[in-house]
């Protein structure tokens, strides 16, 4: 009996049909109600969204014929500057100058043909100048460094330069207006920003024509001390890339733990510098080997003393 009664109750519980169709005719009516109100307020957007397209359109247009004339611009004056013989830093930091305050005008036109009205964005700027200056201190730092390397000339592109603070050194290749490019001696390229170079002392290696050439060789206590200072200033006197003019020195520097250290100095080009003295010391220890004269190692002597 108890099943029974269980299936009549169940049976009671389902719904009929009408029931079923009543409520997929109701999901039906509303989504065709939302359909149609999406449909209406897409209608009435129309306007609005072809104005927005044609707005964009033209921002396109503009900042394509902004470009177009920025790069005109920068062409022209970088002809002017050539022919009134400026310093290449100096061209490189006024185009680079240029270029952004242009860009940055042409922002502020194509924000106002949105729209956007100059008072809002000058209150803008107002308020948010004293954030942005936080933030962009090391930038403006960077600019004023910039500023004095055009100014007070330091080095120019070409120059090499080298950081003994940051372990940097190169060939000074770009004086933009926040950071300055250098090249390596293996052709790399270092950014560096421009505040490091006004902020620590510097070395312009290439700033006079001629640099000194100084190197030192040592040789074994038992070799021939003036055998091997009378060679060395052969090769001086004999070399082609040697300023005979100048001063040329050979002299003992100083009595190391394991060698006789002999010092030379004398002048080169500043261009012909690293060759010269890559083959110098190549011919040093070549001939030196071939005179028989030792180069030694870094060694210790051990005495041992007999008791008995």
Do not use: C
Request: aromatic share 8%; hydrophobic share 45%.
């Amino acid at each position: 009996m108890q099943p029974m009664i269980w299936l009549a109750a169940a049976s009671q519980t389902e719904p009929s049909v009408e029931d079923v169709i009543d409520t997929a005719e109701q999901v039906t009516t509303d989504t065709v109600q939302e359909v149609n109100q999406f449909i209406k307020f897409f209608n009435d957007r129309i306007p609005d969204l072809i104005a927005f397209g044609i707005q964009v359109v033209l921002a396109i247009i503009v900042f394509i014929i902004g470009s177009k004339l920025i790069k005109w611009v920068r062409r022209i004056v970088k002809r002017s500057l050539e022919r009134a013989n400026a310093d290449t830093g100096v061209s490189q930091f006024i185009d680079s100058l240029l270029k952004f305050g242009l860009y940055a005008l042409l922002i502020f036109i194509i924000a106002m043909r949105f729209g956007v009205e100059s008072s809002s964005v000058a209150a803008l700027i107002a308020s948010a100048g004293v954030a942005v200056g936080l933030a962009v201190q090391g930038t403006l730092s960077n600019f004023a460094g910039g500023v004095l390397i055009l100014l007070l000339k330091p080095f120019t592109v070409g120059d090499y330069v080298i950081v003994p603070q940051e372990g940097i050194e190169g060939t000074v290749k770009e004086i933009q207006i926040f950071y300055t490019k250098m090249a390596t001696v293996d052709n790399q390229t270092v950014v560096v920003p421009n505040s490091i170079l006004t902020e620590n002392s510097l070395t312009n290696v290439t700033a006079r024509p001629e640099r000194q050439l100084d190197l030192k060789v040592g040789i074994s206590y038992d070799a021939d001390l003036k055998k091997a200072k009378q060679l060395i200033e052969d090769m001086l006197y004999s070399d082609s890339t040697i300023i005979q003019d100048e001063d040329i020195k050979v002299f003992v520097d100083s009595l190391g733990d394991s060698s006789v250290v002999i010092g030379l100095r004398a002048w080169v080009k500043t261009e012909e510098y690293w060759k010269t003295r890559w083959r110098l010391l190549e011919q040093i220890k070549l001939t030196f080997d071939e005179e028989g004269i030792e180069i030694p190692y870094n060694q210790l002597t051990v005495h041992m003393k007999n008791e008995e």
